[in-house]
């Protein structure tokens, strides 16, 4: 009886709850991929400068390094689904005032700088909240599947609906894509707070920090946290959780370093299309389609890949197919071959994004998740405005030189962390 209603446990729907956070991310997607088209493209009209563009790129993951671990501890003491809803107010507001300035004629580079780090703000708090709320949700059987459904919207949304969007609009008239992505931000507004109370905080069934120290084979002993009370866990306590968790200690110093490689390598992205394979303005958000299709394939077969290999295997195949595309990237000689290439990485990186988001699920405790989270995102992401703006110094010099570097550097970080990363099997059988 048990081998038979296995396959039924695994087919069970993620359900409505998880059905009003998808649409909710879907739409904030929406939102976020206009804009993420845009702006640069927006930005491409005030100056050719490779630099220039490249820190409008780099200036979105600054307030990760800034304000990622306040929107953790935001995350851990507040209702999430209320944290979800502000954080769209504000990107909202902000889209319809760069609409009204660029309607006006009065919009300058600074204006696009300094609105790019607010979106950035809000995504720290909306993108931290989603993924804390989605254990309360569906539990750990599901994690899987409930990561690459959100993964899978956000790049279908982005790559296939928002970015030819936002070109054909930008082609049209500068404003156009301004309003259309303030208005959705509007939905997620009423969808976060439709969530049920389960989602408001950590589980107070789930394991707690304590239970993690003192169970988790692969973190070093030390000091145990307070009872699974976020108001009583202290956000020294949960750095002092990271710190202490070996291996996952470990992975993020890996993905930090692969991370800035790839924002390294994708800083002249625009120009490089533009400029180097002769891609038309308009053309820009058929181009980012191509390469979303990769990136959609990756994020929908990585559960059954997990399931049929490993989370390990999964894991390390995914950073060395990235770092074999990126040098394809650099040396593609037209633009098909380019997009395909980019594609290819695409793929890639959400074949490894898909099991590392549900390995952090497993591992941290809820009641500690936001912060740990947003200690994790500034390490990495907050990195990533460093290694943009290097990005963009290199690509002065040649726009394909940036993708030939972060191959080198994604390959060699890859083989040098193997057994870290086939570990992960291992460490996620021992979560379940």
Not at 152 to 164: G, K, L, M, Y
Request: proline share 5%; glycine share 10%.
């Amino acid at each position: 009886m048990t081998v038979a209603s296995s396959p039924v446990r695994r087919q069970l729907p993620l359900g409505r709850d998880f059905g009003k956070l998808w649409t909710a991310a879907a739409f904030s997607n929406l939102a976020d991929g206009v804009g993420r088209t845009a702006v640069p493209l927006i930005a491409t009209t005030l100056t050719r400068d490779p630099v220039a563009i490249a820190a409008v790129g780099a200036l979105a993951f600054v307030p990760w390094l800034f304000f990622g671990l306040p929107a953790g501890m935001i995350v851990d003491r507040f209702d999430r689904r209320r944290v979800m809803a502000s954080a769209n107010v504000l990107r909202g507001a902000v889209a319809v005032a760069l609409a009204a300035l660029t309607a006006a004629g009065h919009l300058e580079l600074w204006h696009l700088l300094v609105a790019t780090v607010v979106f950035g703000i809000g995504e720290t708090l909306f993108d931290n909240a989603t993924n804390a709320v989605i254990p309360s949700l569906v539990g750990r059987p599901g994690l899987d599947r409930a990561n690459s459904r959100i993964q899978a919207a956000q790049i279908t949304i982005d790559s296939f609906v928002a970015q030819p969007i936002a070109g054909v609009l930008f082609a049209i008239s500068l404003v156009l894509p301004l309003w259309v992505g303030s208005i959705g931000y509007l939905v997620p507004i009423a969808l976060a707070l439709m969530l049920p109370v389960s989602a408001a905080y950590a589980l107070r069934g789930s394991r707690s920090a304590e239970a993690e120290f003192a169970t988790d084979e692969v973190a070093a002993p030390g000091e145990r946290l307070p009872a699974s009370d976020p108001q009583r866990v202290s956000t020294k306590d949960a750095a002092l959780y990271l710190w202490r968790h070996r291996y996952l200690r470990a992975l993020v110093v890996f993905t930090s370093i692969l991370g800035g490689a790839f924002a390294f390598a994708q800083a002249p992205t625009i120009l490089y299309f533009l400029e180097t394979q002769g891609v038309a303005p308009a053309a820009i958000g058929f181009v980012t389609a191509g390469i979303g299709a990769g990136a959609l394939l990756g994020s929908l077969v990585a559960p059954a890949l997990v399931r049929r290999f490993g989370r390990g295997a999964v894991m390390l195949v995914a950073n060395l197919g990235a770092g074999v595309c990126l040098a394809l990237v650099g040396i593609a000689p037209e633009v098909v071959s380019a997009i395909v290439a980019y594609a290819g990485m695409a793929f890639a990186v959400s074949l490894w994004n898909v099991p590392w988001g549900a390995l952090r699920q497993m591992i941290i405790p809820g009641d500690i998740f936001g912060r740990v989270l947003g200690i994790i995102r500034s390490l990495t992401w907050g990195l990533f405005p460093i290694a943009t703006m290097l990005g963009g110094l290199v690509a002065r010099v040649d726009l394909r030189l940036p993708y030939v570097i972060a191959a080198v550097v994604t390959i060699i970080a890859a083989l040098a962390a193997a057994r870290l990363l086939l570990a992960a099997s291992r460490v996620s059988a021992n979560e379940e």
